[in-house]
């Protein structure tokens, strides 16, 4: 979410105190899949961390311990979390960017997949 935020900022950085940027692992448009994602990045019971772990990594990580997933998962599922998930896809027209991001002009290293 950084990255996306770094976007609107540059755009909006009509004083141009921004002179670079690097995104790592951005979003610039919805997932085409939001439902199956939103069920993936918002998880409801620890079997469901386990699941969301295992997309954030390229590699086995150890599994986290009981305590963990059961703080992981009351987090996730806080009201604020509740209302960024609802906010993000009520709003996705003008959260993600799309194509308006080419109008970004500043140097960019945008680093993203393994």
Do not use: C
């Not at 085409?32 to 969301?52: G, H, Q, T, Y």
């Not at 990594?57 to 992981?72: A, C, G």
């Not at 987090?75 to 308006?100: H, V």
């Amino acid at each position: 979410m950084g990255g996306l935020i770094a976007q609107h900022i540059a755009l909006k950085d009509s004083e141009n105190r921004i002179g670079k940027l690097a995104l790592i692992s951005t979003g610039n448009s919805p997932h085409p899949e939001r439902e199956r994602m939103r069920k993936i990045l918002f998880p409801n019971s620890e079997e469901e961390v386990s699941n969301l772990l295992k997309y954030l990594y390229f590699k086995e990580i150890e599994e986290p311990n009981k305590w963990i997933k059961k703080t992981l998962v009351n987090a996730w599922n806080s009201i604020e979390y509740q209302f960024l998930a609802e906010n993000t896809i009520a709003n996705e027209t003008e959260i993600f960017l799309g194509k308006k991001a080419s109008k970004i002009k500043i140097p960019t290293l945008i680093i993203s997949g393994k």
